[in-house]
């Protein structure tokens, strides 16, 4: 698909909508212009069973009204039951995004979404609020939520069966790690206790449930703050959960030994009835009776064996071979299984009669479901954790299947692994001073600061499934459950959606490889992501905290990546990997490189970020653990790493991220990111706050546009510090290129400067702030701000003579060049200026990043522990830098292209 530079040019022409979105004209906004058709495919292809699916459709400015209502056609023409609600609205008031929920039976191959009026569910999903519980019921199962006590849910019904019951977060706390062989620690168990329960949703089609509290101890101390959504779909038989959890300890004590999901599941049936399930790798399970009468030295007969490896109901006992029937007595029953995944690749089961009997081991294998089953023909439970192998160590376990009650814990953290080991990971080595740390700096790269290598405040999120089912399920569906857990199904726009509605700001067109140049950049691009997927599979990048993260630089020595050397270690979104893997999905629809996002997407915004403390709000800089470093910067928590995600998904958890950032302006109050190098005193004052016009107000920028455009609670408050501080940076006599400003936090806007100041670094614009940047020029008539952004744009990488006599000044020997040329090519499309355009190119190819003439292969190594493959001219600020240049690059002047 080409696309020429000036219709780039005029689509992304500004629209003068500074307050519209607030204006009577905004909420009267009635425009007869319907929304056109739009094809949603599944993003790995038809689900093979019944399907739920939440996701966002974006729409062209101006297009659609705020309140248009939607209709879904299956690709055979029928109407799909479909529940919508907006997401995000455009200045002018019209819609921006939309989100969507269905679930269906039998998924057809494609569906159409359109303007009309929804079909109604056969069997809705109805939401009943009760005194001291809620209930909702999905027309197949029907769950009581308690609103206060240790029990989430209380029961879940099938019919007039109870199928689970008790459903509570259970918790192992250790108080110290042991030394040695010889030591230990006290551990004492925690539940979940519920401080407030909100219906967020209430049908037809998609019900949640949001539940907040703490874990808390027999004896009443309470600590881990929790947040849990429980999500109900029209006619479907599962139970979804999104799992939250806050760590709010300093990481020297009070150890996590053990975190999961617990039910209790009636059981009614006969023993030899009575079925445990575990998905092993692929469809291979572990599939078993609680009594077994195979293998037995009197045989049954072939059509009791033959039900009984089946999972139906055994013919009555009278029936068998008497010499069985009379000894059943004398068969063991096996109450206990567990099923513990404490590595990626490698799990282990073990089965026992029960408590106080010696367990037996069953089998081992690589890499597990985590999805488990305990029943009987009469009805049963299952059960899933998603990413179940690379959040590690993690455990399925089935207790009491022998007695009327079993006992089921999904356990995140496993108690078999030990306790979970936050601790800083060395003594400082006598960095007590800034001058020592500086130092420290310049030989490991870490920026470390005493008591600032704290865990307090980071968060994880993890996805369960619960089913409620009729009967033990056959092989075939255990199967298709399981992928289900692995891999949710997820309906997607087509790709010219995505670019041509350009609500990201218009920097990205499809992936095209039209003319030799550019196929050789597309060939590069799919060689760089390849590399990485391949580099998080042999290098074992997973694990509970660090799944979702890549490393951020390679020891061309040891050939293995600086994972212990300070600051060379955990990459935690330096220089914007997050965004060069999500502009690589809008371009191309690859599932691949979705689900690769989306694992980085839930780790960088709850492990890299703190989500309580002093420091709420701000994210850690790169280093051995997430956690350590002892910069805390807007540069790592910005909401523009988090927005695609939401609004491509509809995400509530993530929609919680992106509100929590909403006021960290105020964390300037409490810390200063230039504290270790000012040459002047500095105290924070909330009306004179030193913050940085690159990565600092990037990031606010990111948090206050998306309240506004999501007309949040504060959306008011959000879109006056945004218009304020645009204005205000675009009244400074050398913009952005004067690096920072003087900032009030109660009028939202930068101190005046009068003179011209010249200050810029090359990280400013690398962390979202040509991104945002772009959004903003196209949603904002403010001639001031865009000026002041494309003089930025033109002069970074311009010649120290045409900086020093536009702003006064020359800017220094700036690096990061390649990754600039984007900005190069902005201002070449906005000033219309084919020089600027062939210039771009210039620095694309010739830049300080990687050259056409590199390799672009890897080498297979074997001498290191495991046989993997290495590219020594790769680093992951490198990678993020070239992928987003290549990509905005060619969407905005492509047309310009030049071969090397």
């Known amino acids: ?49 019944a399907a739920v699916t939440t996701w966002g459709t974006p729409w062209p400015k101006g297009a659609v009204p705020a309140n248009q209502s939607f209709a879904l056609k299956a690709a055979d023409g029928s109407a799909v039951p479909l529940q919508s609600w907006p997401t995000a609205y455009w200045p002018d008031g019209s819609l921006k995004w939309s989100a969507h929920a269905i679930a269906v039976d039998a998924p057809a191959e494609s569906y159409t979404l359109g303007p009309g009026t929804a079909a109604a569910p056969t069997q809705a999903v109805t939401v009943k609020q009760e005194t001291t519980y809620i209930d909702v019921d999905t027309g197949v199962i029907k769950a009581r939520i308690r609103k206060s006590g240790s029990e989430l849910i209380s029961q879940i019904w099938r019919g007039d069966v109870v199928i689970a019951r008790k459903g509570q977060l259970v918790n192992l706390k250790q108080d110290k790690i042991a030394e040695d062989e010889e030591g230990g620690g006290v551990r004492e168990r925690y539940e979940s206790d519920i401080q407030k329960v909100t219906v967020e949703q209430a049908g037809p089609v998609r019900a949640v449930v949001r539940i907040e509290g703490r874990h808390k101890s027999r004896k009443g101390k309470t600590w881990l703050p929790l947040s849990v959504r429980l999500y109900f779909a029209a006619g479907a038989e599962n139970v979804r959960m999104v ?41 291979g399970m572990l599939a078993e009776a609680v009594k077994g009468i195979t293998g037995l030295r009197r045989d049954p007969g072939a059509v009791v064996r033959a039900a009984q490896v089946a999972g139906t109901k055994l013919p009555d006992p009278s029936t068998w071979d008497q010499r069985v029937t009379t000894r059943l007595r004398y068969i063991p029953e096996w109450g206990d299984y567990s099923l513990s995944q404490l590595t990626a690749d490698g799990f282990t089961v073990k089965k026992r009669t029960k408590k106080g009997y010696g367990w037996i081991p069953v089998d081992q294998g690589k890499r597990a479901s985590g999805l488990g ?77 005493p008591a600032f290598g704290t865990p307090y405040g980071i968060a994880r999120t993890s996805e369960l499934t619960f089913w409620a089912l009729a009967a033990t399920p056959s092989a075939d569906r255990l199967g298709d459950m399981a992928d289900q857990v692995r891999t949710p199904p997820q309906l997607i726009n087509p790709v010219d959606q995505l670019v041509s509605t350009k609500v990201f700001g218009g920097l990205v067109t499809p992936v095209d490889r039209s003319v030799p140049a550019k196929k050789s950049i597309e060939d590069h691009l799919d060689f760089l992501f390849d590399f990485y997927r391949g580099q998080v599979e042999s290098r074992h990048w997973y694990g509970f905290w660090d799944y979702g993260d890549i490393m951020h630089t390679f020891d ?123 040459t002047e005193p500095y105290e924070p004052d909330p009306h004179a706050l030193a913050i940085g016009l690159g990565t600092d107000w990037s990031g606010l920028a990111a948090a206050w546009l998306t309240e506004w455009e999501r007309q949040g609670p504060k959306a008011a408050t959000a879109k006056a510090k945004l218009l304020g501080t645009m204005e205000t940076i675009g009244a400074m006599p050398n913009g952005f290129v ?126 290191t522990l495991n046989p993997t493959q290495a590219a020594k001219w790769v680093s992951t600020n490198t990678t993020a830098l070239y992928g987003l240049a290549a990509i905005q690059t060619l969407a905005l002047v492509g047309d310009q292209i030049v071969n090397p």
Not at 21 to 46: I, R
């Open 1 to 49: 698909m080409e696309v020429s530079r000036r219709t780039v040019l005029a689509g992304m022409a500004a629209v003068p909508a500074v307050s519209l979105l607030d204006s009577p004209a905004a909420a009267a906004f009635t425009q007869q212009a319907e929304a056109e058709e739009v094809k949603l495919t599944w993003l790995e292809g038809k689900p093979t069973t």
């Open 243 to 283: 799992h939250t959890f806050v760590y709010d300890r300093d990481g020297q004590q009070d150890y996590i030994a053990g975190l999961g999901v617990r039910f209790r599941v009636p059981l009614r049936d006969a023993a030899y009835d009575r079925h445990v399930r575990f998905v092993g790798e692929g469809h």
């Open 373 to 449: 089953y305990v029943g009987g023909v009469s009805g049963g439970f299952a059960f899933g954790l998603r990413d179940f192998w690379q959040r590690h160590p993690t455990q399925l376990d089935i207790r009491g299947a022998a007695t009327e009650e079993a006992e089921v814990t999904v356990w995140l953290w496993s108690p078999e692994a030990g306790p979970m080991d936050t601790r800083f990971y060395h003594d400082g080595m006598g960095q007590d001073t800034y001058p020592e740390q500086l130092e420290g700096l310049n030989i490991t790269y870490e920026d470390y600061e």
């Open 556 to 678: 061309e020595d040891r050939l293995v990546w600086r994972y212990d050397v300070g600051g060379y270690a955990w990459d935690n979104s330096e220089l914007s990997p997050d965004l060069w893997l999500w502009y690589a999905f809008l371009r191309s629809g690859r599932a691949d490189i979705f689900r690769f996002a989306e694992a980085m997407t839930r780790h960088t915004g709850e492990v890299d970020v703190y989500h309580l403390g002093q420091w709420a709000g701000l994210g850690t800089r790169h280093g051995v653990q997430h956690w350590a470093d002892s910069a805390k910067q807007q540069r790592i928590s910005t909401a523009i790493y988090r927005r695609f995600y939401y609004y491509l998904t509809a995400d509530e958890r993530t929609g919680d991220l992106l509100s929590e950032l909403v006021d960290s302006d105020r964390t300037f109050l409490v810390l200063d990111p230039l504290r270790k190098i000012r």
């Open 738 to 863: 004067t690096g920072g400003g003087l900032y009030d936090l109660d009028t939202g806007r930068f101190a005046p400067v009068t003179e011209k100041t010249v200050s810029v670094s090359h990280l400013s614009a690398m962390f979202g702030q040509v991104e945002i940047c772009a959004e903003l020029i196209d949603l904002v008539d403010m001639p001031a701000f865009e000026a002041a952004w494309l003089q930025y744009c033109r002069l970074f990488n311009a010649t120290r003579a045409e900086q020093t006599e536009e702003c006064g000044a020359y800017f220094g020997n700036l690096i990061l060049r390649q990754g600039h040329s984007r900005l190069t090519a902005y201002a070449a499309v906005r000033l219309d200026r084919d020089d600027l355009a062939a210039r771009a190119w210039k620095e694309f190819y010739t830049g300080d990043g990687y050259a056409p003439s590199l390799p672009w292969t890897a080498e297979d190594v074997e001498s």
